[in-house]
């Protein structure tokens, strides 16, 4: 098995935030380049794609879980300039801080209460951060809580996770609840063609419903 691959798994197994973001800090400086040589990491460019079709440019975004920022750079490619990074690792903030594109860093983990105020952002993305080990599930209702209303809330998604691990259920949950509705689903592809090719994602998009 190829180091890169070793890393991927590494950080996979991951029990609990701390362990985390201690591997993602000792892989961040060897992230963009392992993903993008190695596995051929397409799930930013999918999701800021059909991010795009919903968001105005001239939005407040959040990117949660920005990890090394790839996220940001096709957003900023987009036209976005009004872009938030907030992610669990230092390490991979750093590294997101040097491709020039956010406004401001946040160190948070998703899962527990996030320091940000209530209908602060006209839209949150997040990428690659609903997955084996990662944040759960109930991640979504802070994230609806910082969204303003007719806002949306973009995201990856694995397909098994979505079906096993509490996100299938929590997802419908907001939508019987009145909190969101669904704005656009689409077809699963596989993000690490190259390195994973067994795992299928869909990007998901909600906009948010007035209370």
């Known amino acids: 098995m190829q180091e890169s691959h070793k890393r991927v798994q590494w950080v996979y197994e991951s029990t609990n935030n701390k362990e985390l973001e201690e591997r993602y800090d000792q892989w961040a400086a060897d992230y963009d380049k392992d993903l993008a040589e190695e596995f051929a990491w397409n799930s930013p460019q999918n999701s800021a794609a059909v991010f795009s079709k919903h968001v105005d440019k001239s939005a407040r975004i959040l990117d949660a879980g920005a990890g090394t920022g790839l996220v940001g750079v096709c957003l ?37 209460t996030l320091d940000f105020q209530t209908d602060e952002f006209d839209a949150v993305i997040s990428v690659g951060v609903f997955t084996q080990g990662h944040a759960p599930a109930s991640s979504f209702d802070e994230l609806v809580r ?59 998009v909600y906009q948010l419903l007035p209370d």
């Open 146 to 204: 910082i969204t303003k209303p007719g806002g949306i809330i973009a995201f990856s998604l694995r397909v098994d996770t979505y079906e096993t691990d509490g996100f299938k259920e929590r997802q419908s949950a907001l939508e019987s609840s009145g909190k969101w509705k669904l704005a656009e689903v689409t077809e699963e592809f596989q993000p690490l063609p190259k390195g994973e090719p067994e795992v299928f994602h869909q990007v998901w």
């Open 76 to 112: 900023a490619q987009d036209g976005y300039k009004n872009l938030v990074a907030m992610d669990l690792s230092l390490g991979m903030l750093q590294e997101a801080r040097e491709k020039n594109v956010y406004n401001d860093f946040h160190q948070m983990a998703l899962g527990g």
